[in-house]
């Protein structure tokens, strides 16, 4: 808390912008105690500590769904706008994408993500899944470096 003291101190900001989590605390701890204007972007569902603890006095707070409000008791500064991604040009057709990944067009896709890193529970449980042989679809798994060999 020191150490986001000096450099709230320093840099004397007109406004906050936090992401949630840990490390974003501290800041919009300060910012909230000095009546600096803060905003909350929060990507999750479920919203994280951050944003329930600071919520209420952020300017706004930028929600990815409105499945937040599940959790959350005033949604009147909440604006939901989804999860930004990069641009990104498709000039083939969903046939052309289906073809080229080998499969079926008429036979169930799922997609399985369990973010950048992976996540040892998804993939766990997609794998009970499959030996399970209750699966009759296709799949594409984005498994994370860490399980990919698994």
């Known amino acids: 808390m020191s150490q986001a003291s000096k450099i709230f101190k320093l840099f004397k900001p ?9 490390p974003s605390f501290h800041i919009t701890y300060l910012a909230r105690k000095t009546r600096t204007p803060y905003y ?3 990507s999750n569902a479920k919203p994280g500590l951050v944003t329930k603890l600071f919520y209420k006095q952020a300017v706004c707070v930028f929600a990815s769904t409105s499945i937040i409000n599940k959790y ?13 991604t990069r641009p990104i040009k498709i000039d083939k057709t969903k046939n052309q ?3 080229e990944l080998g499969f079926t067009p008429k036979k169930l896709i799922v997609t399985v993500i369990g973010g950048s890193c992976g996540s040892e529970f998804i993939n766990s449980a997609v794998i009970d899944m499959l030996n399970s042989k209750g699966f ?10 860490k399980d990919y060999e698994h």
């Open 14 to 22: 007109d406004l906050v912008i936090s992401t949630g989590a840990y």
């Open 72 to 84: 959350l008791v005033d949604s009147s500064n909440i604006v939901y706008c989804g999860i930004p």
């Open 40 to 42: 909350l972007i929060e």
């Open 97 to 99: 994408l289906i073809n």
């Open 136 to 145: 009759y679809g296709q799949m594409v798994w984005a498994t994370g470096k």
